[in-house]
Antibody, heavy 122, light 108 residues
Framework: QVQLVQSGAEVKKPGASVKVSCKAS????????INWVRQATGQGLEWMGW????????GYAQKFQGRVTMTRNTSISTAYMELSSLRSEDTAVYYC???????????????WGQGTTVTVSS | SYELTQPPSVSVSPGQTARITCSGD??????AYWYQQKSGQAPVLVIY???KRPSGIPERFSGSSSGTMATLTISGAQVEDEADYYC???????????FGTGTKVTVL
């Protein structure tokens, strides 16, 4: 079945970086964009950016420009999101989600990973 | 930055109709998408392109959009529909995606 499986929980110190992985299975990895969305405890969803696994093209939310990098390894159908210069406000659950795009039509994020908890604490 | 505004909470009795609004300046030209998130779970897409339902989503979920407001309607809400609901769209340039502020729906 189609699924996205994310890496395990991380605990980082302020100023460090974290890299979260998202392994795709059950479909052709390079045919669908991947989004990253985060959610702080008790807060709403926050869109961070997208990546096209085929081309490697990316688009980041302005808030994260300069701090986030989205990459992929097509040989193992895995997407990565790296966030640097971590601060306590980055403590959140991070989700990857598959975009359904066909030509000029966008159908939403139809498959989500289980989420990865990132805790930033000294 | 672009914002989508939702009411913080909506409460209905089982079998009644719940309506959740999402307000944004670009909605006359951009589609709205709706996600349901139950406690401790990842979000699930329930409406795309303002009013279309993905396969597997119950018919009681419907969407509409008029002017600067999109609306998610749950007709005959059930206890299992209790969740947070988020709209999602983009600004007029198409370059800045954003989630709405979220609405907690209580069915009791």
């Amino acid at each position: 079945q189609v699924q996205l499986v994310q890496s395990g929980a991380e605990v980082k110190k302020p100023g460090a970086s974290v890299k979260v992985s998202c392994k795709a299975s059950g479909y052709t990895f390079t045919s669908y964009d991947i989004n990253w969305v985060r959610q702080a405890t008790g807060q709403g969803l926050e869109w961070m950016g997208w990546m096209n696994p085929n081309s490697g093209n990316t688009g980041y939310a302005q808030k994260f420009q300069g701090r986030v990098t989205m990459t992929r390894n097509t040989s193992i159908s895995t997407a990565y999101m790296e966030l640097s210069s971590l601060r306590s406000e980055d403590t959140a659950v991070y989700y990857c989600a598959r975009d359904v795009v066909q030509g000029d039509y966008y159908y939403g994020m139809d498959v989500w990973g289980q989420g990865t908890t990132v805790t930033v604490s000294s | 930055s672009y914002e989508l505004t939702q009411p913080p909470s909506v409460s209905v009795s089982p079998g009644q109709t719940a309506r959740i609004t999402c307000s944004g300046d670009a909605l006359p030209k951009k589609y709205a998408y709706w996600y349901q998130q139950k406690s401790g779970q990842a979000p699930v897409l329930v409406i795309y392109e303002d009013s279309k339902r993905p396969s597997g989503i119950p018919e009681r979920f419907s969407g509409s959009s008029s002017g600067t407001m999109a609306t998610l309607t749950i007709s005959g809400a059930q206890v299992e529909d209790e969740a947070d609901y988020y709209c999602y769209s983009t600004d007029s340039s198409g370059n800045h995606e954003v989630f709405g502020t979220g609405t907690k729906v209580t069915v009791l």
